[in-house]
């Protein structure tokens, strides 16, 4: 053999290998083999009581099907048409209704927000000003992650008033220039659309994205969730055991995440944006919309924790109404979605028309992201990679820094304090810019808090230390919050402050001024 016949030989040999790598990898058989298998597993392992998974590949639904239980004590099978609450996976379809506004003709990205709602405002009068549809979409106005979120949160404020506080949110970071993932603003984008069609956002979501898509049990309200069957039911970690708990009604916030639906109704809308806004054989949506809710709009940082649970991802961003990150050199545009009690996944890889989604109906676990890339890496032909390891222990580790900062709450705790007042002097009327009114009450020398906003809801003070007292609500998924009494230069009381689940719904501290008898 010749050198040159020898160099052949290798070159052959050596593409050969790189050729067939990815054929082995990927395989002939379908990727989704033994799926079923898998899924039972991961319910085990997390102890979900119910999963449904769609997927679609090169446009076509390639699987949907439900597993477990509806409801835990009740039974009933999940399958593919079981509605889920999809919480904020809301937000893609309230970007791309705005961007359908666009596409019509009736609004700019760009437009500030006062040209269609002029009774609008923010806490500074500037960005009052300048704010623009797109700031909306894109978690750059200034308010912090869930900031404001307790005064819509299952309360008896309509869309319109829950926008009126607004005003009274104190920014935590300069407008633009920073990330805050604000339900407010989605709800406040979704108040556009009225203004310009004779449809209300319920009504807008339903005709021009559900009903083209074929999208019959998919719905955007809690009453129409209650008047269907074959419905999942929240479950939620109480006391250390897994029950179902409430569901939540977010009516009030509807943009931002009210939307229920199911594994076989999702895939359609994965079709949608799988094929560029195509539908049918129809163009329902502009390729120009769906690029544009998928444009990095506003950087954030990609944590060391981040980087080590997931080594392929180098950037995050966030378009509109998305989610985008890279995964093994691919673009993911995704999205979770999370009330109390059902939490869900959105995963699209547009380079590889591929799509997933994950509704589930329990809250603390990491079977939704588990399943998402698990299926990813069968279908890029990946190496397996134990993810449910992985986010077992992040789980894990949450669970045990909760008890942990209960342990040194209690330890924390001054013991044999006084408070500086009788019982009866922090007793009376209280009011918030933000949330409302609220009355503290003084019953067989049990002070109670009562706030107005959810009526559902009251909560037992008992003395912590000083003129701080712990409340046990009444609802377990608020759990307890410490409550704060502050008095004026005469001793008497003139606030209180506390907050409630800023981990889950709201960092902001609201402060509840005492009203004059």
């Known amino acids: 053999m010749t050198r040159f016949e020898k160099l052949r030989f ?25 799926f079923d298998s898998y899924i039972q597993e991961q319910l085990e392992l997390w102890e979900v009581p119910g999963v449904s998974v769609a997927v679609v590949k090169d446009h076509e639904v390639v699987f949907a099907k439900g597993f ?33 506004l666009v596409q019509d003709g009736k609004i700019a990205w760009d437009d500030p927000v006062l040209r269609y709602l002029p009774e609008f405002q923010m806490y500074d009068p500037e960005v009052t000003r300048r704010i623009t549809i797109r700031d909306l979409l894109c978690h750059r106005s200034g308010i912090g992650t869930f900031q404001g979120d307790l005064a819509s949160f299952n309360s008896i404020y309509d869309r319109a008033e829950v926008m009126r506080r607004i005003r009274f949110i104190e920014p935590v970071y300069e407008f633009r220039e920073g990330y805050g993932y604000s339900n407010s603003m989605f709800l406040t984008a979704g108040l556009i659309i009225p203004r310009v069609t004779d449809s209300s956002w319920d009504e807008f979501i339903e005709t021009r994205l559900f009903a083209p898509l074929g999208m019959g049990r998919s719905n955007t309200s809690l009453g129409e969730f209650e008047a269907v069957t074959n ?22 916030m509807a943009p931002a995440g009210s939307i229920n639906s199911s594994a ?17 054989g129809e163009q329902i949506v502009d390729p120009a919309v769906i690029s544009e809710t998928r444009k990095p709009h506003n950087l954030q940082q990609v944590s060391d924790a ?13 378009g509109l109404g998305w989610s985008l990150s890279d995964y093994r050199g691919r673009l993911v545009v995704a999205h979770g979605g999370g009330l109390n009690g059902m939490v869900s996944s959105v995963a699209i890889l547009p380079e590889e028309n591929l799509g997933v989604v994950v509704l ?7 079977l939704r992201q588990s399943v998402v890339n698990h299926i990813i890496d069968a279908y890029l032909g990946a190496e397996p990679h134990d993810w449910a390891g992985i986010y077992k222990e992040r789980v894990e580790r949450l669970l045990a820094a909760r008890a942990a900062a209960k342990t040194q709450f209690e330890e924390a705790r001054i013991k044999d304090t006084e408070p500086s007042l009788p019982p009866d002097e922090y007793a009376g009327e209280y009011s918030s810019t933000v949330y409302g009114e609220a009355e503290v009450e003084l019953e067989d020398g049990v002070l109670t808090i009562d706030p107005k906003a959810h009526p559902q809801i009251t909560g037992r003070l008992e003395h912590y230390q000083f003129d701080t007292y712990l409340c046990t609500w009444t609802d377990p998924v608020w759990d307890q919050s410490l409550v704060y009494f502050d008095l004026d230069d005469s001793g008497e009381v003139s606030q209180f402050r506390f907050t409630v689940r800023p981990d889950w719904i709201d960092t902001l501290e609201y402060v509840f001024v005492k009203q004059q008898e």
């Not at 239980?69 to 079981?82: C, I, Q, S, W, Y």
């Not at 109480?238 to 708990?245: A, C, L, Q, T, W």
């Not at 981040?306 to 966030?318: E, Q, R, V």
Request: proline share 5%; net charge negative.
């Open 231 to 252: 419905t999942a039911t929240p479950h939620g970690l109480v006391d250390g055991e897994i029950v179902p708990i409430p569901h939540d009604s977010v009516d009030n």
């Open 306 to 318: 981040a980087k080590k649970l997931n080594p392929w991802t180098h950037f995050s961003t966030y």
């Open 10 to 34: 290798w070159t052959v040999a050596i593409l050969a290998i790189f050729v067939a790598v990815p054929v082995l990898a990927q395989g002939v058989s379908d990727p989704l083999d033994g």
């Open 360 to 366: 589930t109906n329990f809250d603390l676990h990491g």
């Open 68 to 100: 477990g239980v509806r409801h835990l004590e009740k039974g009933g099978e999940v399958d593919a048409d079981t509605l889920f609450a999809i919480g904020s996976n809301t937000k893609a379809f309230t970007a791309t209704a705005v961007g359908l």
């Open 264 to 280: 076989n109704d999702m895939a359609q809308w994965l079709l949608l944006q799988t094929g560029d806004g195509e539908y049918g």
